[in-house]
């Protein structure tokens, strides 16, 4: 670490992102991004699900070099090329998830690597954690130094995070949705530990969705959007409209067509769903032919739902009916003989068997069916996963390779395959369109309307607001693990989905 | 880290304080307390079962107290709990070394070699010999574990095979199959029935390597830094840990010290061929699991793992004495490791309860 003075004048910039730019594979998190923190100030950073926040917050913590642009320190480019080095550079940074070693004390968590030694270099744990209980005097916190990390609610595994970051006096202090899992009184206690690092001359940059708290502890507010830079503004210049539309100002693209369809029967019906701490009272209703999103912010709660409904995850209270008959809690095989269906949010992890073949993948959830005698037939599996690549259009070399050579828009549409050949009555997707190209996405959207309009009731969780708004008959809006708005289709607009995901719009009980 | 007068937080203070919502305060030392007691539980439990097996089998043959019988049974377990004292340093960043047996052949059967072909070389430069071929060992797994990023498990199995395949070449090669105590220098013969003040010189090595290691793994910050690599390896990443260094390091001192347990084989045997601690590697992971070392890293001392191996070494002394076939061994060392597994088990779990306590928040 350079011998910079702890104090800049207030007002000079203190760290600088110019013209950043970072890939993963084909996917650019981020293209042109730039920031500039001040000394003393309190910044904003907003932006949709997927604006690239995220990378860009991991940009400054050293975890991702940047493939392009430079970062700026007191105005020198530096290289931050690992955590300990941006650490040394006196950034700190405080994760949405907290990232503690469970079985070390609380003590250490926040000392490692910079514990005090005593003679022959040993750990002074005297003073370890007279330090550690001094940190938490000045933050308020009142937690036992010496205990393990494990066990400690989420909200104290933040106040650790704080109390780590504050011990090495840091010059920037970066927060990615701290707030999220914290409760009103904690939330004001972290504002005001923020507030006197910035009041100390520290830049703060506070990542969160709640507007509010955005307007209550920051000075100015940078934008985001598809991992651009859109704007830097005062705050006291900005309304919450603004923002909201700097967040998601682009057109909804007619690329998703969904085909009008007369909406039939009550096919899913979920009354007072509740898992404790999770979610609670979710209810809605799904028609055949109809789609319904449901939208949200990141930790919103709605895989979460969709996955208690399916049967994978358990719920405290509450029931799911399909059609009319109650479904047993806690039972994917009951959910599937009853007519759900699931693509899971996670294709690689939890929709495919990424060394299997494509036609073994496509007939996973039939093999049952597809056996004889409890042997399963080659033949029988082939035609099958055959005839659901020719309905799907799934662009495969030969049906005998490993679908992890596929594209994944056609790994997607494989995974579809495996679900459709059970024949639901219900198909829930969760982020059909995640990391797959343009072009594909929109056919994997043909593909969702041409299902509604044979009469299958969709339930699609989806981040993308285009997506939301082209293709759903209705949008659901959860927020903080409860659903506070139905949206109709003639009344969606960006507007009024992100107001409701951020807390902001009317919350009405809303029901079905 | 100077701290600043006036800290900007403590000027803050008098608004940060009035939280009307506060929890209890969790009085200091409780939670370090509960994880005190639970380790003291569980290597007292091991004591227990220890001195239960001893009294037993006194009962049955009171010359099993014996002074003889008595350091021939801390010299066997010697051997193992410097094998398991290397084996925890591995385990707690949440890896394992299998290769520990044949790396203890090759050093076993290398330290011999040295002293034939070199009659007149010193004790400590052969036991010197011993260490840095169990180092050069470990030093591949590590390299191969850290810096190629296989998983330790099936890179220690394979060089398990590749180390006593070289082994046995060399036996074979060298034309001396088999190296007997007749050849082996008298300087070197004498380290097996050394003692001082009674005690013999090998369990007195076991013991100060123990207490080495278990003074890094608790007092250094390297020590603390595998802990934490085993606990989360992601977070220890984003704090800045060299993961891959220390992981190496351990592998190297695991390597090490399985090199001095062949020299210690060879010391205590005096007959050494290419299969010298066939075997040993599920029996040294067995001694830590058993001492309460998790297997999946993070936590666990060196202090118990030794305990376990001095509990698995009187087991195979004690059967015999109780007239049992000592075939049984194997299958009261399996009994132990369930039950260690069902202990720890059950007691990470009334902690996490307890810990939790105050923490539940209704949504």
């Known amino acids: 670490m350079g011998e910079s003075p702890r104090s800049p004048a207030p007002g000079a910039v203190v760290l600088a992102l110019e013209d950043v730019g970072k890939s993963f594979g084909a996917v650019a998190a981020l293209r042109g991004a730039q920031l500039e923190l001040r000394a003393g100030e309190a910044h904003a950073l907003v932006g949709e699900n997927g604006a690239g926040k995220s990378t860009l917050v991991k940009v400054l913590a050293g975890v991702h070099g940047p493939d392009t642009g430079r970062v700026l320190l007191d105005g020198q480019p530096v290289h931050l090329d ?73 909200a104290d595994q933040q106040m650790v995070e704080i109390a780590k970051a504050l011990s090495f006096d840091a010059r920037v202090l970066v927060m990615d949705e701290p707030t999220a899992a914290l409760s009103g009184v904690e939330v004001e206690r972290l504002f005001t530990v923020a507030r006197a690092l910035r009041d100390g001359g520290a830049a703060v940059l506070f990542i969160s969705h709640r507007f509010e708290e955005v307007f209550d502890l920051c000075d100015r507010i940078t934008v985001m959007r598809d991992g651009q830079w859109v704007a830097t503004e005062d705050a006291a210049d900005l309304t919450v409209d603004q923002v909201v539309r700097l967040m998601v100002g682009r057109d909804v693209s007619s690329l998703f067509p969904k085909q009008d369809v007369e909406p039939g029967e009550v096919v899913l019906s979920v009354r007072g769903l509740t898992r404790r701490g999770v979610f609670s009272d979710v209810s809605f209703d799904v028609r055949a032919g109809e789609i319904v999103a449901l939208a949200g912010l990141v930790g919103a709660g709605r895989s979460e739902v969709v996955r208690a409904v399916f049967g994978v995850d358990p719920y405290d209270e509450g029931s799911v009916e399909v059609a009319g008959r109650a479904l047993r809690p806690g039972r994917p095989a009951a959910a599937m003989a009853a007519g759900i269906a699931l693509v899971p949010e996670d294709r690689r992890q939890q929709g495919l068997v990424m060394e299997l073949s494509v036609e073994r993948n496509a007939t996973l959830t039939r093999r049952w069916q597809l056996a004889k005698g409890g042997l399963l037939s080659s033949r029988a599996e082939r035609a099958t996963a055959a005839e659901w690549s020719r309905k799907l259009q799934v662009k495969a070399g030969r049906l005998a390779d490993p679908v992890s050579t596929l594209s994944g828009g056609n790994q997607q549409k494989v995974v579809l395959a495996k679900w459709l050949s059970t024949e639901p009555r219900v198909l829930i997707v969760d982020e059909p369109t995640r990391g797959i190209d343009v072009g594909t996405k929109a056919e994997v959207h043909r593909l969702l309307s041409q299902l509604a309009a044979d009469g299958l009731a969709v339930v699609m969780v989806s981040s993308e607001l285009p997506e939301v708004l082209g293709m759903a008959d209705r949008v659901l809006v959860m927020h903080e693990g409860r659903l506070v708005d139905d949206i109709p289709r003639a009344r969606a607009d960006e507007g009024s989905v992100m107001l409701a995901a951020t807390g902001q719009g009317r919350t009405t009980a809303v029901a079905p | 880290m100077s701290e600043r007068a006036g800290s900007p937080v403590d000027t803050a203070r008098p608004t940060a304080t009035p939280t009307p919502a506060a929890p209890p305060t969790e009085r200091p030392g409780r939670g370090a307390a509960l994880v005190h007691r639970l380790v003291v539980v569980r290597e007292l439990g091991i004591l227990a079962a220890l001195l239960l097996l001893v009294v037993v089998t006194v009962v049955a043959n009171p010359r099993f107290l014996s002074g003889q019988n008595v350091r021939d049974l801390l010299i066997s377990a010697s051997i193992l709990t410097v094998l398991a004292a290397g084996q925890t340093v591995v385990v707690v960043t949440r890896n394992v070394d299998l290769s520990v047996g044949s790396t203890l052949g090759l050093s076993a059967y290398a330290t011999g070699t040295l002293l034939v072909t070199a009659p007149g070389t010193p004790v400590p430069v052969a036991v010197l010999a011993g260490v840095v071929v169990g180092a050069l060992c470990g030093l591949l797994n590590g390299v191969i574990v850290a810096v190629a990023k296989v998983p330790s498990l099936v890179v220690t199995l394979g060089t398990l095979y590749a180390f006593r395949g070289i082994d046995s070449l060399w036996a074979s090669q060298s034309g001396r199959l088999q190296i007997n105590a007749a050849d082996l220098p008298d300087g070197f013969k004498a380290i097996a029935g050394a003692r001082v003040l009674g005690i013999p010189v090998l369990f007195l090595v076991a013991v100060v390597v123990v207490v080495a290691v278990g003074f890094v793994l608790r007092s250094y910050r390297s020590g603390r830094e595998l802990y934490g690599i085993g606990s989360d390896p992601d977070a220890a990443r984003l704090s800045g840990i060299p993961v891959g260094r220390r992981v190496l390091a351990a592998f190297v001192v695991s390597g090490a010290l399985a090199g001095l347990a062949g020299v210690m084989y060879a010391a205590r045997f005096q007959t050494l061929d290419a299969t010298a601690g066939t075997g040993q590697e599920l029996f040294v992971v067995a001694a830590a699991v058993v001492g309460g070392v998790a297997i999946f890293g993070g936590s666990g001392s060196v202090y118990g793992a030794a305990l376990g191996a001095l509990l698995l070494t009187t087991i195979g002394a004690a059967l015999p004495q109780l007239g049992l076939d000592p075939f049984w061994r194997e299958a009261a060392v399996g009994a132990l490791i369930l039950a260690a597994i069902v202990l720890d088990r059950s007691l990470s779990l009334r902690l996490a309860r307890r810990l939790r306590g105050r923490n539940l928040r209704g949504s």
């Open chain 1, 82 to 154: 690992g955590p300990a080095a941006a650490r040394a550079a006196g950034i700190a940074v405080i994760y949405q998830e907290p990232t503690l070693f469970p079985d070390l004390s609380v003590a250490e968590n926040i000392f490692m690597g910079r514990q005090p030694l005593g003679s022959g270099r040993r750990i002074d744990r005297r003073e370890l954690h007279a330090r550690c209980a001094a940190l938490f005097e000045r933050l308020g916190v009142r937690l036992d130094p010496e205990r393990p990390a494990r066990g400690l609610s989420i």
